[in-house]
């Protein structure tokens, strides 16, 4: 993922990028000293946003992601959770054409965990690509296509991915009767 972003130049190959991209790590890359709402300032500038546009975006994300109390908190004084928030916000702020998240929800509660998937669910309809790195087995089910890398390869394990999960879910059915 850090190739295709950009933050990694690739050993080999080529690497082409069209439309916009957003980026969501794993760990969040923020300025500690600055505030949240200078953190939508700088980031929307850097994206080519104006300022009503910035500020609708920090307005939707807040309220949508449950963060609207802490928008003058400067970074350092976040919870990992809530800086995961704006590590997501940040990433979708200017609309981007292709979404890309490294374990997206790392420090999210339960309530928020399901607005993210609520939130994916509505950039996939609305036709953003949204390619997320996980290792939570249990999200299979969520997903359009599987991808293993393994010893510096791709594999689409998708069919074998849905199998197991037909299987399991057989397994837990007989379990519960």
């Known amino acids: 993922m850090n190739i295709l972003v950009g933050v990694l130049k690739q050993d080999s190959g080529a690497v082409e990028r069209t439309g916009t991209v957003g980026w969501c790590p794993q760990e969040p890359l923020l300025y500690d000293r600055l505030t949240v709402t200078e953190t939508f300032r700088l980031f929307g500038s850097g994206y080519g946003m104006t300022a009503e546009e910035i500020d609708e975006a920090k307005r939707r994300f807040a309220s949508k992601l449950d963060f609207e109390q802490y928008l003058d908190y400067r970074i350092d004084q976040l919870s990992g959770g809530n800086r995961q928030k704006i590590n997501l916000s940040i990433a979708l702020m200017h609309d981007p054409d292709v979404l890309m998240l490294d374990e997206p929800y790392t420090g999210f ?69």
């Open 109 to 177: 509660d339960w309530e928020t965990y399901l607005i993210f998937w609520d939130l994916a669910d509505e950039l996939a309809a609305d036709g953003t690509a949204v390619v997320m790195i996980s290792h939570l087995i249990e999200e299979q089910s969520r997903l359009d296509r599987i991808y293993e890398v393994r010893d510096g390869h791709v594999y689409d394990v998708t069919e074998r991915e849905s199998e197991t999960e037909a299987t399991t879910g057989e397994r837990r059915r007989k379990a519960d009767e």
